[in-house]
């Protein structure tokens, strides 16, 4: 069963356009949330992550929102670049799993020049 | 330091045959986990290792699967007998400490084909 769900399976999106990702989970025991890129022929790298006691986390053009009570959280590409097409992953995690990550199925991003 | 080395990087195999996957993880690293990647399942953890000791093996598809980490700076992953449904990309990671804020760095993954 996917714990963490995640949409949209692919998106295109403009250069300089604002690609939006989101995820949701179930498990209120999830403690931390990365975000995963993920380039052909490669392994997944952190992109940037978040912990539950915070709402927002910004770096650089990449930014994460967090919705408790909702469940949910997004990644947000500002100013998306062609060498942001990559597929993404959201994951969760918590300690009892020695934050073994649980990904989503993840989103292929195609940005046009 | 290298990274997360993973080797063969392909590995194309006749089905019923053993395969052994191996996984180098960055020095000082104390947790190391495998985890599979298809199209159709996405990523899946299928077992972490933390101070070389299995923890949770939950994730291994089948007693098919087995892996080990005889030492700190080497872990194996293998399928005997092989199957053409085990055709995936695995993936080894490895990260300092169980903390959360600890990066879990990925090595470039194993390509495998049961024919």
């Known amino acids: 069963q996917q714990q963490v769900k995640q949409s949209p399976q692919s998106l295109i999106v403009q250069k300089g356009g604002i690609s939006i990702i989101n995820c949701a989970y179930e498990n209120t025991a999830f403690d931390y949330f990365p975000w995963y890129q993920q380039f052909p022929g490669k392994g997944p790298a952190l992109l940037i992550a978040?912990?539950?006691?915070?709402s927002e986390k910004k770096e650089g053009r990449f930014t994460i929102s967090f919705n408790k009570s909702a469940k949910q959280f997004s990644l947000h590409i500002m100013d998306s670049q062609p060498g942001d097409s990559a597929t993404y992953f959201c994951a969760a995690t918590f300690s009892n799993s020695g934050y073994a990550l649980n990904f989503g199925k993840g989103t292929s991003l195609l940005v046009t020049p | 330091d290298a990274g997360v080395i993973q080797s063969p990087r392909h590995e194309v195999t006749e089905m019923g045959q053993e395969v052994t996957l191996r996984c180098k993880p960055i020095s000082g690293h104390n947790s190391l986990f495998w985890y599979r990647q298809t199209m159709m399942r996405g990523l899946e953890l299928l077992i972490y290792f933390n101070n070389n000791v299995p923890i949770d093996d939950s994730g291994m598809p089948e007693d098919r699967f087995s892996a080990k980490m005889p030492n700190a700076s080497f872990s194996t992953l293998k399928i005997q007998p092989s199957e053409p449904r085990d055709s995936a990309v695995y993936f080894c990671?490895?990260?300092?400490?169980?903390?959360?804020?600890?990066?879990?760095?990925f090595g470039q993954g194993t390509r495998l084909t049961v024919v």
């Open positions: 990671a490895s990260s300092f400490d169980n903390r959360p804020s600890t990066e879990a760095f």
């Open positions: 978040i912990r539950p006691d915070v």
